[in-house]
C-alpha cells in the first residue's frame, strides 16, 4: 500500500529538515526519545529511543535512552551491512552495521502519483 522502509538518503533529509528536541516523557507517557519539528511545515514526528536487540542485556533504563532506526540501504562496502539511525539525548549519528541486529523501523509512505509537491 506504498509503505516501505525510508532509504538513507531520505533520512538524511529528514533530520536535516527537523529541529530536534529530546523530551524525557513524551506526552506523559515517560517514553523518552527525540521530537523532530519540520523546519519547512511546523509538522512534528516522534522517534521513540526503543533500543535495538543487542541491547536486550542491558537493563530497560540504559535500553530507554537510545533509539536506532534501519534505512532500507544497503553498505555498498560490506555486503552483510545497512544504514542506520542512531540517536540518544546528546548525539546522533547514520552508520552501518550487521543486518542480523534488530533495531526498529519507522515506515515511510510514498504520495500518491500526481501529489509530488
Known sequence: NG???PKRKEMIELIE????EWTYDYERTGIEGFIGTSKANGRT???PAAGCSA????????RAKMGYYWTATISAY???MAYYYGFSANSSLIRRIERY????VRA???KPAGLEK
Open 3 to 5: 509503505w516501505r522502509m
Open 17 to 20: 529538515g527537523c529541529q530536534w
Open 45 to 47: 514526528i516522534f522517534m
Open 55 to 62: 541491547e536486550q542485556k542491558k537493563d530497560s533504563e540504559t
Open 78 to 80: 560490506a555486503a552483510p
Open 101 to 104: 541486529v534488530g533495531q526498529s
Open 108 to 110: 515511510v509512505k510514498d
